[in-house]
């Protein structure tokens, strides 16, 4: 019933900046841990950075000083800010998160259905 539907994704220049949305719908009584990974063709999904219920954040090595992500308690929806992007950045982007369901009050992992980010000249 729960589903994270991703969007924002897009063609952008190398320097360039992107902001990627991970709306949440359904039956949620609250969201945990919220996190965006990503996957480039022939390689391991990589998590990029986590925010928990209360707003602390980590961020991969990698994109620490571009990227920000936050959370919109209220809407259910979690943010990525992308700035500064680089080609190395070109991937699937998917958000995932811990959900709390209303109806049974037990934890679940979602994922979005991820969206395409590609930084080229």
């Known amino acids: 019933q729960v589903q994270l539907v991703e969007s924002g994704g897009g063609l952008v220049q190398p320097g360039g900046s992107l902001r990627l949305s991970c709306a949440a719908s359904?039956?949620?009584?609250?969201?945990?841990?919220a996190a965006w990974y990503r996957q480039a063709p022939g390689k391991e999904r990589e998590l990029v950075a986590s925010i928990t219920s209360g707003g602390s954040t980590n961020y991969a090595d990698s994109v620490k000083g571009r990227f920000t992500i936050s959370r919109d308690n209220a809407k259910n929806t979690v943010y990525l800010q992308m700035s500064s992007l680089k080609p190395e950045d070109t991937a699937v982007y998917y958000c995932?998160?811990?959900?709390?369901?209303?109806?049974?009050?037990?934890?679940?992992?979602?994922w979005g259905q991820g969206t395409q980010v590609t930084v080229s000249s």
């Open positions: 359904g039956n949620i009584f609250s969201i945990n841990v």
């Open positions: 995932n998160a811990h959900i709390i369901k209303s109806g049974d009050g037990l934890t679940y992992s979602y």
